[in-house]
Nanobody, 124 residues
Framework: QVQLVESGGGLVQAGGSLRLSCAAS????????MGWFRQAPGKEREFIAR????????NYADSVKGRFTISRDNSKNTMYLQMNSLKPEDTAVYYC?????????????????WGQGTQVTVSS
């Protein structure tokens, strides 16, 4: 059974940076696409970024494009999200996820495994 554990969240001032990590275990991590999502209180879970299994293809939500960078290191079974120029509206719980099959890479419903989430709070 695949398990995902996020880390790296915290409190940061607007304009600051954070780097989230997602450590995977219990499966063949390197063959799956992976993604980052976030969920703010009272809102639906929102797609942030996605990376294919080799790491050569990435997609981003318009709201984070140019500020966030997704990457992965299959040798370490770890995915990352570098977040720069953070804004108060980036405040949310951030989740990593694995998608085993096809379907839309931006839809939470297409992802099979999820981490427990890490809180990111950006103060103004």
């Amino acid at each position: 059974q695949v398990q995902l554990v996020e880390s790296g969240g915290g409190l940061v001032q607007a304009g600051g940076s954070l780097r989230l990590s997602c450590a995977a275990s219990g499966g063949t991590f390197s063959v799956y696409d992976m993604g980052w999502f976030r969920q703010a209180p009272g809102k639906e879970r929102e797609f942030i970024a996605r990376i294919n299994w080799r790491g050569g293809v990435t997609n981003y939500a318009d709201s984070v494009k140019g500020r966030f960078t997704i990457s992965r290191d299959n040798s370490k079974n770890t995915m990352y999200l570098q977040m720069n120029s953070l804004k108060p509206e980036d405040t949310a719980v951030y989740y990593c996820a694995i998608r085993k099959m096809g379907g839309s890479p931006t839809s939470p419903a297409e992802y099979d495994y999820w981490g427990q989430g890490t809180q990111v709070t950006v103060s103004s």
